[in-house]
């Protein structure tokens, strides 16, 4: 069992470049979320997802981009990478509301 | 809005000792519950949870009970090992909003032999 997959694992940009954070699920999760965490800040929900087609913002969207195509695939594009965007970014799944959450291993981007 | 608050760390206690993290929460409906544990290099993994008011979820002696009229939901192990050392994040999911999380801040947790 994959679970929730996420590429790369580590990644370091230069201020204003742009990239796409990968995740992929292979348990036909309908709902999906990306995170990021900052130290003494635990996690916080970026966008996340109900189903194919269906996105929304969550507490801190800006500067990030989402579609869902699929219901495997949830990417998080960064459009314009600032030095604030340092971060660990987790994305999850669930098969609905009030179930267990599984999350990917994470990515560590540092912009410089 | 909702939001969660956990006790700060980072705790160290030895092994055997007894552990309690403090979770509190605000919500204007009806949430559930979660903690979930963080590995050194991994990502999260479910813990326990519960989804209604007095439910106690449970896990590998972890334990912890839905307070509704305390907005509590304390973590407690009777006697920890070197192997629980992780990062503990309590959660809630406001139900009905994508399975969103809202996260407290985490307490590391060092077990020392």
């Known amino acids: 069992n994959a679970g929730v997959t996420q590429t790369p694992k580590f990644q370091v940009l230069k201020t204003g470049q742009s990239m796409t954070l990968q995740c992929a699920q292979d348990?036909?999760?309908?709902?999906m979320s990306w995170y990021r965490q900052d130290p003494g800040m635990g996690l916080r929900l970026i966008h996340y997802s109900v189903g194919a087609g269906i996105t929304d913002q969550g507490e801190v969207p800006n500067g990030y981009n989402v579609s869902r195509s699929t219901t495997e695939d949830f990417p998080l594009r960064l459009l314009s990478a600032a030095p604030s965007q340092t971060s660990v970014y987790f994305c999850?799944?669930?098969?609905?509301?009030?179930?267990?959450?599984?999350f990917g291993q994470g990515t560590r981007l540092t912009v410089v | 809005g909702d939001s969660v608050t956990q006790m700060e760390g980072p705790v160290t206690l030895s092994e055997e000792a007894f552990l309690t993290i403090n979770c509190t929460y605000t919500a204007t409906g009806y949430p559930s519950l979660f903690w979930y544990v963080q590995y050194p290099g991994e990502g999260l993994q479910l813990l326990l949870k519960?989804?209604?008011?007095?439910d106690k979820g449970s896990n590998k002696g972890f334990e912890a009970t839905y307070r509704k009229e305390t907005t509590s939901f304390h973590l407690e192990k009777g006697s920890v090992q070197v192997s629980d050392s992780a990062v503990y994040f309590c959660a809630l999911s406001p139900g009905n909003q994508g399975g969103k999380l809202i996260f407290g801040q985490g307490t590391e947790l060092s077990v020392k032999p």
């Open positions: 519960a989804t209604k008011a007095d």
């Open positions: 999850a799944s669930s098969y609905r509301d009030n179930t267990e959450a599984f």
């Open positions: 348990m036909n999760h309908e709902y």
